[in-house]
Nanobody
Framework: QVQLVESGGGLVQAGDSLKPSCVAS?????MGWFRQALGKEREFVGG????????LYEDSVKGRFTISGDEAKTALFLQMNSLSLEDTAVYLCAAYRGARVSAWSTDYRYWGQGTQVTVSS
């Protein structure tokens, strides 16, 4: 069983930056971020495969968000720049053992509780 714990959400203004973190209880090959806004479906934000460093991003965050990790590859970070009101959501860390990064939530076996990101005007 893999536990995932997120932190680092908060309330920021439009245009600001934020960098949530996720710590896994053990190494797992694929880690990613999803988000779920109030009343909307959960959507993929980005993910990384630790073995080759390959990353995948959802189109709306490309160029604004960057995924990275620590040397142990058990901590996942999401650098979010140029935040807009549309980025307001609960951000969830997820992980699974796989050969590539998936954008499908059903592929992810382990989930954190989420951290709230609120962007105000």
């Amino acid at each position: 069983q893999v536990q995932l714990v997120e932190s680092g959400g908060g309330l920021v203004q439009a245009g600001d930056s934020l960098k949530p973190s996720c710590v896994a209880s053990q190494f797992i090959s694929v880690m990613g971020w999803f988000r779920q806004a109030l009343g909307k479906e959960r959507e993929f934000v980005g993910g990384i495969h630790w073995n080759d460093g390959g990353a995948l991003y959802e189109d709306s965050v490309k160029g604004r968000f960057t995924i990275s990790g620590d040397e142990a590859k058990t901590a996942l970070f999401l650098q979010m720049n140029s935040l807009s009101l549309e980025d307001t959501a609960v951000y969830l860390c997820a992980a699974y053992r796989g050969a590539r990064v998936s954008a499908w939530s059903t592929d992810y076996r382990y989930w954190g509780q989420g951290t709230q990101v609120t962007v105000s005007s």
